[in-house]
């Protein structure tokens, strides 16, 4: 089911619903329906029929526990949870289509209030096989964290990541808030750099995206580390090459920052020289990021 229309479906005792399962949901894996009874204040009879809805709507999954009727959010049900946040923080008015699928995120174009169009990012962390190097989640601090705590985590970091670098006028996304997993930001019109666009002056979209690097490096203190062409979208207009997907950043005191910095440079060399015949050297542009 569509996202939007899904949350449309949704009365506020289905979120309430949804709300008693996720408060639960640290002590539980599958909570029982005694426990969400007790806390929605909602008779069983009524719960049962609330709960075979949202089953059917796939946002819960029940299982039978030693022997006690329980059930689970699935992302779709934590989907609506946030979707439902941001739209009473003012921060969200409509969901639109999806866009884009990263490898552990999707995207739909939105509307924020004012009809300003905005890009949604659910995050999806778990729901592929895709595995990360150790580093990349070192945010993890305990070894079982659930997936929709390891979602939460990364949308924090990422709002912060991005509200930080865009105050210190870098090339990326505005962020306009964040519920749970999911992160909105300003809609950026442009071409992902993967799909090799066409460039008038490829050297000069190098240097900027090399300067984004160096403000985040330098002013905020972090580096990017998951850097390639597939998170690189240039703007239509003017070609400015904006850097999205920060959430495995790390700090420039860590001890493996500098082999993450570099190696995020190396991608960028290598892909336009290959693509666009743009010769500079790995070191120059390090020297630039460093200072």
């Known amino acids: 089911m569509n996202i939007g ?42 719960l049962t029929l609330i709960l075979s809805k949202l089953s059917r709507l796939k946002m819960v999954k029940k299982e039978t526990v030693a022997g006690y009727k329980s059930y689970r959010l699935t992302y779709l049900g934590y989907d609506m949870l946030a979707l439902n946040g941001l739209v009473r923080k003012n921060v969200l008015e409509a969901l639109g289509d999806k866009i884009g699928v990263g490898k552990e995120s999707e995207i739909y174009v939105g509307l924020a209030p004012g009809g300003v169009r905005v890009a949604v990012k659910f995050l999806r962390l778990g729901r592929t096989s ?8 070192t945010w993890v601090q305990e070894p079982h964290t659930s997936w929709y705590k390891q979602a939460r985590i990364a949308a924090e970091r990422e709002f912060k990541a991005l509200k930080e670098l ?13 519920d749970r997993h999911v992160v909105v930001t300003e809609y950026v019109e442009g071409v992902e750099l993967y799909r090799r ?22 002013e905020v203190g972090i580096v990017h580390s998951d850097l390639s062409e597939y998170n690189i979208i240039v703007r239509i ?7 999205i997907d920060w959430p495995q950043y790390v700090y420039k005191d860590h001890p493996s920052s500098m082999e993450l910095l570099r190696r995020d440079v190396e ?10 015949r743009v010769n500079i050297q790995v070191e120059d542009a390090l020297k630039k990021i460093l200072g």
């Open 197 to 218: 666009p066409q460039l008038e002056n490829p050297e000069e979209v190098f240097w900027k995206a090399i300067d984004t690097l160096r403000i985040a490096y330098q």
């Open 5 to 46: 229309l899904a949350y449309k479906s949704l009365t506020e005792k289905d979120f309430a619903v949804l709300k008693a399962i996720e408060e639960y949901s640290s002590k539980y894996e599958y909570v029982p329906l005694e426990l969400i009874e007790k806390r929605t204040r909602i008779i069983e009879e009524h």
């Open 237 to 243: 207009d003017d070609e400015a090459p904006f850097i």
């Open 166 to 178: 865009s105050l210190q006028k870098a090339l990326v996304p505005i962020p306009f808030g964040y």
């Open 130 to 137: 895709f595995r990360r190097t150790k580093i990349l989640r």
């Open 267 to 276: 991608y960028l060399v290598k892909f336009f020289y290959k693509v666009y």
